[in-house]
């Protein structure tokens, strides 16, 4: 397992349904980031923003997007992390993918759909949880709506961080604050939450509030409220163990069956 796990978390604003654009400001940004970067992490819908025109923006698991992705993380030697809208045969998704600069590809979709943004009425929602395994640290990834669910992020000594890519509304940051300290006390866990900022094509505000989190609820490194920002921060893999160790909740945690 690699000791130290360097994370870079890109919180920018999201050009509404225009999939060339945000694609270029993530070439500009990953050329920022620190070099020595392991793995970056997106916000959701990360190549169009929240929107429910999904036959406008789809794409495939074969299409330009995942290409460039691939292209992109092994130009730079990172990983990278975030959701876009994925159609699979006659079905659509908010999938999040995870892609390595070996070209491996993994993915998870949305569970948890937003009724009140009508998600629900355009995507199929998605049935298993996806653990990644890289440079030896176990890596859950979940998407937004997801956070207000504990039984579906509950760690079963499963994953070393607990992830979120999210476009979560200005209006509720007090509520993504809370859980996402939340997350990381109850699952003994570092988490991370990447978020955007800016004005949707639907005139939602985000204010961004991206950050990330040790397993005692301690933060780590956050960006600056509604501004673009990248967002660095080391994880520790001595530092959880030794915790994990010195104070084993976990092993006092409750069973739960997720149908």
């Known amino acids: 397992m690699k000791e130290i796990l360097k994370i870079s978390v890109f ?4 050009a509404w349904e ?23 992490f997106l ?20 299409g330009e997007t995942i290409e460039w992705l691939k292209q992109q993380s092994r130009e730079h030697r990172v990983a990278l992390c975030g959701s876009l809208i994925i159609q699979d045969a ?17 993915h998870y979709d949305k569970r948890h759909l937003f009724a009140m943004g009508n998600e629900d009425g355009y995507f199929q929602a998605g049935s298993k949880r996806l653990i990644v395994e890289y440079e030896g640290w176990r ?25 979120y890519c999210a476009n979560w509304p200005e209006s509720r940051k007090d509520v993504w604050n809370t859980l996402l300290k939340a997350r ?33 609820g301690r933060l780590v490194a956050s960006g600056d409220e509604s501004a673009e920002s990248i967002i660095f921060a080391e994880f520790s893999s001595k530092e959880l163990a030794d915790f994990r160790i010195k104070f084993p909740v976990l092993n006092d945690a409750d ?5």
């Open 139 to 163: 890596i859950c990834p979940l998407i937004c709506y997801d956070l207000r669910f504990p039984v579906w992020s509950r760690n079963r000594n499963e994953y070393d961080v607990l992830v």
């Open 11 to 14: 919180q920018f604003d999201l």
């Open 43 to 62: 916000p959701e819908m990360f190549s169009s923003g929240f929107t429910m025109n999904v036959s406008q923006v789809a794409e495939t698991m074969s």
């Open 90 to 106: 006659d079905k659509y998704y908010n999938r999040l993918v995870f892609i390595t600069p070996s070209g491996t590809v993994l």
């Open 184 to 216: 990381a006390i109850e699952n003994q866990s570092y988490v991370i939450g990447i978020n955007r900022v800016g004005v949707d094509g639907n005139q939602i505000s985000y204010s961004g509030n991206s950050q990330l989190i040790d397993a005692k």
């Open 255 to 259: 069973e739960f069956v997720i149908k």
């Open 18 to 40: 225009d999939i060339v654009a945000n694609r270029a400001k993530i070439d500009r940004m990953l050329e920022q980031m620190p070099k020595d970067t392991d793995v970056v």
